[in-house]
Nanobody, 115 residues
């Protein structure tokens, strides 16, 4: 059973950047789509964007411009590059396999944007 584990979160100042990582326990991204989500305190989990097995990335309309999704099939890694971070980006960030193999939700990684 493949699991995805998020990492790279932390405290960052407004305007800063952060790159989150999504590690698969085995070969995964070459054959499966992956998505990034986030959940802010008191809010529902929301979709940020995803990347297909072929490497095409797409984003929720509200997320376009500051977030970039990428992957490295050889390393079994996915990434979320976040730039120009704002306090409103504070949330727990999750990655998830979207198919054909759909993974369970992991623990996520906390991102806090604050001065």
């Amino acid at each position: 059973q493949v699991q995805l584990v998020e990492s790279g979160g932390g405290l960052v100042q407004p305007g800063g950047s952060l790159r989150l990582a999504c590690a698969a326990s085995g070969p995964f991204f070459n054959a499966n789509a992956m998505g990034w989500y986030r959940q802010a305190p008191g809010k529902q989990r929301e979709f940020i964007g995803g990347i297909t097995s072929g490497g095409n990335a797409n984003y929720a309309a509200s997320m376009k411009g500051r977030f970039t999704i990428s992957k490295d099939n050889a390393k079994n890694m996915g990434y979320l590059q976040m730039d120009s971070l704002e306090p409103e980006d504070t949330a727990v960030y999750y990655c998830r396999g979207l198919g054909p193999y759909v993974t369970s939700w992991g623990q996520g990684t906390q991102v806090t944007v604050s001065s």
